[in-house]
């Protein structure tokens, strides 16, 4: 009897199983409106930006991408329920062309809305500048001023003969 039921409930798990795709939740092939009054708010390595969100009932989010110098292509979004998106992580404060989309529930972009962000000067490099190491009784003394209150990991370590870094000890600051 208790054969009967394990091959009862394995046949019953091995038919509902099955495979699904997933797919958009929306229906509507329209593309979404874009999002209007965009302001920029100038942060320490990114940007803060603010909008009108449309009033279209199919808006799942908007995105905020940008490629980088060094190639790296960034993407930030925000939902339909928030007019704000912050960009952050920027390695400098060098002016960055940002491109903005709405996008709808079944997975359609609007057209771009191509922006122009100026970052201040990112939070590690003006902490950086603020460090000081000093010998300490086995091992180094770092001291650092964290004005801007940034999340920001420093790493110390060293280059091994390979010239591959090999982190000794790692700080995070928040």
């Known amino acids: ?27 509507k092939t329209g593309t979404p409106e874009m999002v209007k009054n965009i302001q920029v708010e ?3 390595g990114g940007a803060k930006l603010s909008y009108s969100l449309p009033s279209d009932k199919s808006l799942l989010y908007v995105e905020a991408s940008l490629l980088t110098k060094d190639g790296r292509k960034l993407d930030f979004r925000s939902s339909s329920y928030i007019s704000t998106i ?4 920027l390695s400098s404060d060098a002016e960055e062309e940002v491109s903005i989309r709405s996008v709808s529930t079944s997975g359609v972009k609007s057209e771009p809305q191509i922006i122009k962000i100026k970052p ?34 420093y790493f110390l370590g060293y280059y091994d003969e390979d010239n591959q870094f090999v982190d000794y000890e790692s700080y995070y600051t928040f």
């Not at 912050?86 to 992580?89: A, N």
């Not at 300490?136 to 999340?151: A, P, Q, T």
């Open 120 to 153: 201040l000067e990112p939070p590690f490099l003006t902490t950086f500048k603020t460090l000081s190491a000093q010998p300490d009784f086995g091992g180094v003394n770092l001291k650092f001023e964290n004005e801007s209150k940034s999340e920001l990991a």
């Open 86 to 89: 912050i960009i952050e992580g």
């Open 1 to 27: 009897q208790n054969r009967i039921l394990a091959f009862a409930f394995i046949g019953f798990i091995l038919l509902s199983c099955s495979e699904e795709a997933n797919e958009p939740i929306g229906s």
């Open 42 to 44: 100038a942060l320490p």
